[in-house]
């Protein structure tokens, strides 16, 4: 497909800056398997749900991934000091990360990057798209520490580049579920939930069960192709436990509806799906891609937030309820005023009736 077919135009000030608060203040928007929308919010979610619904969850808990070092001045081949920003995106393994860096160009192989007077990294491969390969000077459990004391958050760049990160940042972007540290991006669509929402739906008999997919910044990246069929994913690590998968499957053969809380626990039950109305317990790296005509083994409805234009997230909720029911939706999104991506408002959608 086309991917100028997935562009839409967002005013600025419909980006969320901050979270609803409390968080399961936000707006929704529910959209029905027929196409037809209705203006909710989140706290209405135990009235749409029904007795016996599985929600997914993704329980993946976000590091401070977003490093600002400086690379030195060259003793061979000229170029004084230079700043570096770097978001890491996906660990490889005890010592090394990809990470997304700026400025790309002005970094060799073999450049050191230093982060603080302790934690520093060489860069021992390059890729298009300021994307590279660091090895750093500690490893695993050290590693972790020294990238917790020199790092910050990694808010995307939407929200970065208009005001700093701060301490409130470090409790707003994350989830309730937040337990196993990997992604270098929150699982958003989770952040609508509090304790008062969790009980309101177990009060209404709706059931629940985690997964873990460590998300990377390369999964909110607009897609740069011309056609969907060019287009590369980044690979996320992801796992369902055995608990989860009898969870699913039980409630798959039973009628019972599965619904994932954002397109990362969506991307991990269809990456691990057996079959229709089949998934296993594993582990795996996963880079799914789905766009419209994709079929989905397991997911009944998802809650999400509402995803940047051209971008695999947004194409992923065309191929579950369809590209012009959902072109019509944020239509009426943005003239109503509902909140945009990360910290932004949501959507409840139903799969598309066949």
């Not at 967002?10 to 980006?15: A, C, F, T, V, Y």
């Not at 909710?40 to 991934?65: C, E, H, K, S, Y």
């Not at 910044?217 to 056609?227: E, M, N, Q």
Request: negative net charge; contains cysteine.
């Amino acid at each position: 497909m086309r991917v100028s077919d997935f562009d839409f135009h967002l005013p600025e000030e419909r980006i969320a800056l901050r979270p609803a608060r409390p968080r399961d203040a936000a707006r929704m928007l529910h959209v029905a398997s027929n196409g037809v929308f209705a203006d909710r919010g989140v706290r209405d979610l135990p009235d749409l749900l029904q007795p016996g619904d599985l929600m997914v969850f993704n329980d993946t808990r976000v590091i401070p991934a977003a490093l600002k070092g400086i690379r030195p001045a060259r003793a061979v081949g000229g170029g004084g000091p230079v700043e570096v920003e770097v978001n890491l995106h996906k660990r490889i393994d005890a010592t090394a990360w990809r990470a997304f860096v700026r400025p790309a160009k002005r970094l060799r192989m073999g450049d050191e990057i230093a982060f603080d007077d302790t934690l520093k990294a060489e860069v021992t491969g390059k890729s298009e798209g300021g994307d590279v390969r660091l090895v750093f000077n500690a490893a695993g459990a050290a590693l972790d520490a020294a990238i917790a004391v020199a790092g910050e958050m990694p808010l995307p760049p939407y929200i970065a580049r208009k005001r700093g990160v701060d301490e409130q940042d470090e409790a707003d972007y994350q989830t309730l579920f937040a337990t196993h540290e990997g992604s270098v991006a929150a699982p958003t669509a989770g952040l609508h939930f509090t304790p008062e929402l969790m009980a309101a739906l177990e009060a209404r008999g709706v059931e629940q069960t985690r997964v873990t997919l460590h998300v990377g910044a390369g999964t909110f990246l607009p897609v740069k192709s011309d056609d969907t069929d060019d287009h590369q994913m980044h690979s996320e690590w992801c796992t369902v436990s055995r608990e989860a998968a009898d969870a699913i499957n039980a409630a798959k053969a039973e009628g019972r509806r599965v619904i994932p809380v954002g397109t990362t626990a969506l991307r991990t039950i269809e990456s691990l799906a057996s079959g229709p109305g089949v998934i296993k317990a594993g582990s795996r790296d996963t880079d799914i891609f789905l766009t419209p005509g994709s079929s989905f083994a397991i997911t009944d409805m998802l809650m999400t937030n509402f995803h940047l234009p051209r971008s695999t997230l947004f194409m992923l909720v065309s191929a579950l309820s369809g590209l012009d029911v959902m072109q019509r939706a944020y239509a009426h999104a943005i003239a109503a005023e509902y909140r945009f991506y990360s910290y932004g408002d949501a959507c409840l959608l139903e799969r598309q009736a066949s």
